[in-house]
């Protein structure tokens, strides 16, 4: 199985940026795709971005293309999201996802982290 601890949220104004860490641990790593998820208080979780590890491809959702990159280090064992310009609307808990598939639906996804917050004033 996989494990997955997410960092490098915080505070930050309208048009920063920001990198999100996801540190991943398991035998079968390499073979999963990755995906990341926001949810803002009362709202359902949204998916944000996927790499499949593989084949090098990814998938954005429309809100954030052309704003975010998904990126790994495999050596490192991490997947990486580099959230430029952001956004109000950014704000939200961020989750990295282990799943088997390069998709944006969520039940596809098999292992989750805990979260990390983003919160982007004003």
């Known amino acids: 199985q996989v494990q997955l601890v997410e960092s490098g949220g915080g505070l930050v104004q309208a048009g920063d940026s920001l990198r999100l860490s996801c540190a991943a641990s398991?035998?079968?790593?390499?073979?999963?795709?990755m995906g990341w998820f926001r949810q803002a208080p009362g709202k359902e979780r949204e998916f944000v971005a996927a790499?499949?590890?593989?084949?090098?491809?990814?998938q954005y959702a429309d809100s954030v293309k052309g704003r975010f990159t998904i990126s790994r280090d495999n050596a490192k064992n991490t997947v990486y999201l580099q959230m430029n310009r952001l956004k109000p609307e950014d704000t939200a808990v961020y989750y990295c996802?282990?799943?088997?598939?390069?998709?944006?639906?969520?039940?596809?996804?098999?292992?989750w982290g805990q979260g990390t917050q983003v919160t982007v004033s004003s």
């Open positions: 398991g035998r079968t790593f390499s073979t999963y795709t």
């Open positions: 996802a282990a799943g088997t598939a390069l998709t944006s639906i969520s039940r596809f996804y098999s292992y």
């Open positions: 790499l499949n590890w593989s084949g090098g491809r990814t």
